[in-house]
Antibody
């Protein structure tokens, strides 16, 4: 059974940093692109970043470029999102998801809440 | 403002049919595949339709998808109260080199 479990969400002050993790199981993690998607309170889904199977290609939404870094450790079956220079507008539930052909997100984690506030 | 445009809400009675539209452009829907996601209150999104019109195993055939030009449509027949949720379309935007979602549509089954 495919499982994705996010962790690392917390309350952080503006300008602070946080690292989210996503532990994957039930599939061969190194064979799949992965993605982060976020959802601000009461708002819709927003794509954040994608990472290729080997970690050598990454894409980001403009609003996080230069501040967030997506990475992975295939030996640990884990996906990460390093978030720096956090802003109030980054407050959201962050979901990791598995990507299959043509950008389909076929399995999602339960999400982890990041709150940026003083 | 989302790159993909969906109606904020739709409603219909139990047993009826509803369609949800998703409008984009040539850089996204026009040249890429569309997927649809259902998000029940307080839960993670769930894949409903992929590759414009394909259903993953376990998704009932009451749910259907189609695409024409720069628009896509999700159809739900035989509405049930359990279908009340937010529905999102998504695709890749080749000009932005970015994933994009519609703003979401809240379905109410009256």
């Amino acid at each position: 059974e495919v499982q994705l479990v996010e962790s690392g969400g917390n309350l952080v002050q503006p300008g602070g940093s946080l690292r989210l993790s996503c532990a994957a199981s039930g599939f061969t993690f190194r064979n799949y692109w992965m993605t982060w998607v976020r959802q601000a309170p009461g708002k819709g889904l927003e794509w954040v970043a994608n990472i290729k199977e080997d970690g050598n290609k990454k894409y980001y939404v403009d609003s996080v470029k230069g501040r967030f870094t997506i990475s992975r450790d295939n030996a640990k079956n884990s996906l990460y999102l390093q978030m720096n220079s956090l802003r109030a507008e980054d407050t959201a539930v962050y979901f990791c998801a598995r990507l299959v052909a043509r950008q389909t997100k076929d399995y999602w984690g339960q999400g982890t809440l990041v709150t940026v506030s003083s | 403002q989302s790159v993909l445009t969906q109606p904020p809400s739709v409603s219909a009675a139990p047993g009826q049919k509803v369609t949800i539209s998703c409008s984009g452009s040539s850089s996204n829907i026009g040249n890429n595949y569309v997927s649809w996601y259902q998000q029940l209150p307080g839960t993670a999104p769930k894949l409903l339709i992929y590759d414009n019109d394909k259903r993953p195993s376990g998704i009932p055939d009451r749910f259907s998808g189609s695409k024409s030009g720069t628009s896509a449509t999700l159809g739900i027949t035989g509405l049930q109260t359990g279908d009340e949720a937010d529905y999102y379309c998504a695709t890749w935007d080749s000009s932005l080199s970015a994933g994009v979602f519609g703003g979401g549509t809240k379905l109410t089954v009256l």
